[in-house]
């Protein structure tokens, strides 16, 4: 080798010697933060004038001495003799058991007992156009906050102090995002599971409407899934099987729609933009539109795309609270022509944030993911929006007891932390 390639190469190796000098150095001086139950959630990394970059460590999926104090899961499956296999996690380990037919999952997780019932496999209704003479309460984007949905149902009237129905012949609707940010989604599901039978039982209905963050647990795309939660399932199975149709709530989820219209009102998650509008479909047409695509996602057509997953669909469309980068805001003679193609006096969604539910556009739009922000929920009585007063606000998911420490090049859960966001590019779903 001649002279100047010796130089070169020995150029190269001292200045990846003081890259990965440099770079050990600047992790040494990191900040790790876990949950409170040692799944690690994200590292900061030293900035410029005392900023802090953060790393999505809660994308590798690791934990260091795991310590689940409330139950992740039950994941439940159905078998071909119909009784169920269920799994969960609690502790540092996912525990199994085998029920019955006809028979309860009774589990125990820290001090905690519950117990889970199961019903025969869901049905899909396509009809999604319904008459009550009773009241209709609305809310939505609930991020598996299953205490507050509890005070909220109990302020309505919706449950009673037990946590049961109390609505009678009364029609519930949840307008979305059942799913991500809050570490409880499973326990928020299975209460919703519950409580339509109940209602069901009382002449009632509970109406499971899909959002955008029930697509994204359904193609696998994790990015606002809740660090300990999200790991808590990946000791099961990948994140988007333990919703798969075998599953008892996957399967339930399947069945459910994107929209429907009770009396003078249409409730969806984000809103009817231009697009979804002149594509003339019907309820029922863009329900089983939506439907088929959960279980075909990578196969769609791109027309089929925008009007399910698209910025301008059903569960992504924002324009009824403010204009985007994709689209103006809506107009009053955008409302009024998706009022007169559907046939109703209201349209009410979730997905904005709102600081009030008083009614946009001349009255015809009510936006219920007010409750960051006001203590506010709505009632539809005798066809006419009633505004009720809750006793407090929704707050986002907080883990109060994160533990914090210093990064270490000599802890080997630490650097899977770190090099494991690299490895979580390959599960983003393509199409």
Known sequence: MKKWGIRLLKAASALLLLFVVVFGVWLENATVV???????????????????????????????????????????????????????????????????????LKVTCGDKAYSYDFYPPAKTNDAAIFNTDGPVAVTSDLEGNL??????????????????????????????????????????????????QQAEAYGGKVHILLGNHEQY???????????????AIEQMMPYPLALRDATVLGQWL??????????????????????????????????????????????????????????????????????????PEADQGLIDRTKQQFGVDYLVVGHSQAETLAPKFGGDVYIVENTHFSKEALVFEDGQPVIKPLSLLKERFEDKAYQIRSFSLFNMSDLKAFFGLFSAASRVPNR
Not at 64 to 85: C, L, M, T, W, Y
Not at 153 to 177: C, E, P, Q, S
């Open 147 to 196: 205490d507050y949905f509890l005070r909220w149902g109990i302020d309505t009237g919706v449950l009673n102090a037990a946590g049961n129905w109390a609505f009678g012949g009364g029609h519930l609707v949840v307008a979305g995002d059942m799913f991500d940010r809050g570490r409880y989604v499973y326990d928020l599901l299975w209460f919703l599971y519950d409580l339509e």
């Open 34 to 104: 876990r949950t409170s139950g040692g799944v690690y959630q994200a590292i900061y990394l030293p900035f410029f004038n005392d900023r802090r970059i953060k790393w999505r460590a809660d994308f590798s999926i690791t934990a260091d001495e795991p310590n689940i104090q409330h139950i992740q899961g039950p994941i439940v499956e159905r078998k071909a003799d119909k009784s169920f296999a269920a799994q969960w996690a609690c502790g540092n380990s996912v525990h199994t058991a085998e029920v019955g037919e006809y028979d309860p």
């Open 254 to 327: 399947r069945t459910k729609p994107v929209m429907t219209k009770i009396n003078n009102v249409l409730y969806m998650h984000g809103g009817i933009s231009e697009l979804v509008l002149s594509s003339g479909k019907t309820i029922e047409e863009l329900n089983a539109m939506n439907r088929e695509a959960l279980d075909n996602y990578s196969e769609i057509s791109d027309d089929v795309f925008a009007l399910t997953h698209g910025n301008h669909s059903l569960t992504q469309y924002r324009g009824y609270a403010h204009a985007m980068d994709y689209y």
């Open 217 to 231: 647990a359904f193609i696998g795309l994790i990015k606002s899934v809740e660090a300990e939660h999200l790991w």
